[in-house]
């Protein structure tokens, strides 16, 4: 699985194709996000592991964004301790323009969130933990060269990673999954694996939470998980008020492995804090990529599906039927759907195609009319010479044979 090669799944190229990817620059940080859904609800916002992106977690984004919720992914920037993790996600969310949140947090990620929620705690509404922890000890124990990280080759730092991602025969879901974040790992550079391993191996807890657990949701995985179970436990002991939502299986990466059990665990989650959604405030991906949601700052920002020129004159043209985006496709039970959508796409287009085809040329007609005659007219002559010099033949013949007797 962590080899050969690795086909994008179909519904992560439509998303791609109708989500825009936002980059920008804060202080020394670079963000890389999506942000999706309509503007006036406060946004969930997804923080992967040490493995993930911001693409990681496509499904949440195509999903709770059709259903009238705000979700914003984000790649973890280089930060080498909390405490800079900390300052630098606050600045985003100042330059994006959102001050109340929902965060969700797996693995590393989610260890992250507590933090957040720890030293921020008037930002922070409610938490969703899903194969996570609260303490970093058993890490740094286990990775004593953390110190010269920051000079270890890329393919060392890649190697580490992918050694806590189990790599055995399994379900066929759980294994899309494993090669979707090992080729979204073949996209860090270095720095950003060194940073990541740095949070992880750097000792450090989390501390009392103002939060109330009643505005927590843990979420894990009942099977195999890189994440320790005496970790996960420890964090059921600190949240013993949290609502506690297990999956029988989808093993480190369940957003992906087992999509509508934790969309639904993540719409359910929201309702229970007073998140309210909007379905009708967004109906389709507008082409200026603003997504429905159009308050961050257009200083710096990077739009990888908008950047052309003709893009920007088709969006200024006049809006028409033929013109217009198709909407984000809804939810489905898995990413078939969105493949059959595709292909009637396809189809339909193939079948515009042929339709308007230019009729051919009378000339093409009386060629091939040409030679249909002049084969009549060999197959005449053939016929013609074979009964007359047949009789010849035979005549022959028997001469032949009647002087060979005597």
Same mark, same amino acid.
């Given at each position: ?76 920037p280089r930060a080498w301790n909390n405490h800079e993790w900390i300052q630098a996600f606050e600045k985003f969310l100042d330059a994006i323009d959102v001050h109340h949140i929902h965060l969700y947090g797996t693995a590393l990620g989610g260890f992250l969130a507590q933090l957040f929620a720890q030293h921020r705690p008037r930002r922070v509404r409610s938490l969703v933990l899903s194969n ?38 399994q379900e066929p879901f759980i294994a899309d999954s494993v090669d979707f974040v090992v080729s979204q790992v073949e996209t860090l550079s270095r720095d950003d694996l060194a940073s990541r391993l740095t949070l992880t191996a750097d000792a450090a807890s989390v501390g009392p939470l103002l939060l109330p657990d009643s505005s927590i949701t843990i979420m894990d995985t009942n099977d195999y ?66 997504? *429905? %949601?159009?308050?961050?700052? @257009?200083?710096?920002?990077?739009? +990888?599906?908008? $950047?052309?020129? !003709? =893009? ?21 039970? *898995? %990413?078939?759907?969105?493949? @059959?959508?595709?292909?009637?796409? +396809?189809?339909? $287009?193939?079948? !515009? =195609? ?53």
């Open positions: 699985m962590k080899g050969g090669v690795f086909s994008a799944p179909g519904d992560y190229i439509y998303f791609k194709s109708q989500v825009p990817l936002h980059k920008i620059p804060i202080g020394s940080k670079q963000w890389r996000y999506y942000d999706f859904g309509p503007k006036v609800v406060p946004p969930l916002i997804c923080l992967p592991g040490i493995a993930g992106t911001a693409d990681v977690y496509y499904k949440q984004i195509m999903s709770l964004s059709m259903k009238g919720y705000r979700v914003i992914s984000v790649d973890i996570t922890f609260v303490e970093t000890t058993s890490f740094s124990a286990a990775m004593p060269w953390a110190p010269i990280v920051g000079w270890a080759p890329s393919f060392i730092l890649k190697r580490h990673v992918l050694s806590g991602i189990r790599d055995s025969p998980c890189a994440t320790p179970q005496s970790l996960k436990d420890q964090v059921v002991e600190r949240y013993p008020g949290a609502r506690q939502a297990y999956l029988k299986s989808g093993g480190d990466f369940p957003f992906l492995s087992r999509p509508d059990e934790v969309n639904l665990h993540l719409q359910l989650h929201l309702r229970r804090v007073g998140v309210e959604a909007q379905p009708d405030v967004i109906s389709s991906v507008p082409k200026d990529g603003s997504g *429905g %949601s159009s308050n961050e700052p @257009n200083n710096g920002r990077e739009d +990888a599906d908008d $950047s052309s020129e !003709s =893009d920007k004159r088709d969006s200024e043209a006049p809006s028409t039927a033929e013109s217009a985006d198709p909407p984000l496709a809804p939810e489905a039970t *898995g %990413s078939h759907d969105l493949d @059959n959508q595709l292909l009637k796409m +396809a189809k339909l $287009s193939q079948g !515009s =195609d042929e339709s308007t085809t230019p009729p051919l040329p009378d000339a093409f007609f009386r060629d091939k009319q040409k030679l249909l005659v002049s084969g009549a007219l060999l197959n005449i002559a053939r016929e013609f010479l074979i009964l007359n010099l047949l009789p010849l033949y035979l005549g022959h013949c028997t001469l032949t044979g009647n002087v060979a007797a005597m």
